[in-house]
């Protein structure tokens, strides 16, 4: 029996790059999201578990806050919308930077008309001057009336339990939601194949890897110490399929080797990794391909 008796569920939100997934990693204890250092990482809605004491929170990752360009932007910006109207709660992740930005501005419009309680986490205080704190401190507390403020530093994990204690406040009677140490309800699978798109957005220069997807066409044990895995990238221009390959596949080779390797280290256990790639001219712009790719209606 578990003694969880009370849970909240809170949204992590922001612009692109700000640190939601490393902070949500960070809060979990286990890499469930990807992170790069390229804005656009994290497509979809990543639901992670951290149970303190008697609570449990689900704290669901989100795709960066921006202008969609294309019908996977909209897609994206649509997970953040009803993220934010799903849930007991709120995090806005921002910049230690001293005044409030257009993406920032909208999310809190979105918070006052979902009626949606928020507390500020200012990331990346590693980068900054104490001093600075302030200024951010009081550009975002004239904005909205947060129901904390807490300077963090997802890298380092300084400030997370004290983040974890306000967001442990939102909680209300009931019952647990995720059992027995699950970290994620992401299936392994999907795990392993935003793992690929990981490596592909370290590995290449922007517009590249920006215009792939990753689609896992099997996933079978074949006892219980490997995993076979075959998984298509599809990108949207042959050129870019040259590209990933690389001169003679090296840059393939590099990205499946890396792959394996965190896939291997996520699930423990050898994993049989083989890896194609296709053209699909122009998929983030089409529906059937979203639908198809798993960024269908939710
Ligand atoms: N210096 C510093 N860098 C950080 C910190 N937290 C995250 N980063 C870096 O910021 C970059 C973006 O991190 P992500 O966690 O992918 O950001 P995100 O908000 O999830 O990005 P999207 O999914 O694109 O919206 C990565 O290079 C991280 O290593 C921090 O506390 N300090
Ligand atoms: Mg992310």
Redesign the pocket.
């Known amino acids: 029996m578990s003694d969880i008796t009370r849970n909240a569920m809170i949204a992590i939100t922001?612009?692109?790059?700000?640190?939601?997934?490393?902070?949500l990693n960070a809060l979990v204890g286990d890499k469930i999201?990807?992170?790069?250092?390229?804005?656009?990482?994290?497509r979809g809605r990543i639901r992670g578990v951290v149970n303190r004491g008697d609570t449990q929170l689900v704290l669901l990752?989100t795709?960066?806050f921006h202008k969609p360009h294309t019908k996977l932007g909209d897609y994206m910006v649509g997970v953040v919308r009803e993220s934010v109207a799903d849930t007991d709660a709120a995090v806005l992740?921002v910049e230690p930077i001293p005044n409030v930005g257009t993406q920032e501005a909208e999310l809190i419009e979105r918070f006052r008309a979902a009626g949606v309680p928020a507390v500020l986490a200012v990331?990346?205080?590693?980068?900054v001057r104490k001093d600075a704190l302030l200024e951010v401190t009081a550009a975002y507390a004239e904005a909205f009336g947060f129901a904390a403020i807490v300077p963090?530093?997802?890298?380092?994990g300084e400030g997370l339990p004290e983040l974890t204690a306000e967001l442990a406040k939102f909680a209300a009677p009931g019952p647990e939601l995720f059992p027995g140490g699950m970290t994620t309800d992401q299936p392994d699978k999907s795990v392993v194949a935003e793992i690929i798109r990981e490596k592909l957005l370290i590995c290449l220069d922007r517009e590249v890897p920006h215009g792939t997807a990753v689609e896992i066409a099997k996933f079978s044990e074949r006892d219980s110490e490997i995993i076979d895995v075959e998984a298509t990238i599809y990108c949207e221009k042959q050129s870019h399929k040259g590209i990933i390959i690389g001169k003679s596949g090296a840059m393939l080779k590099k990205i499946a080797t890396m792959a394996r390797l965190d896939a291997e280290r996520f699930m423990g256990t050898k994993v049989y990794l083989q890896i194609w790639v296709k053209v699909r001219e122009n998929w983030r712009d089409n529906a059937d391909a979203l639908r198809g790719l798993g960024f269908g209606e939710k």
């Open positions: 922001g612009r692109p790059n700000v640190g939601k997934s490393t902070l999201s990807v992170v790069t250092n390229k804005p656009q990482t994290t990752d795709p960066g992740v990331n990346k205080i590693d980068t963090v530093c997802a890298k380092s």
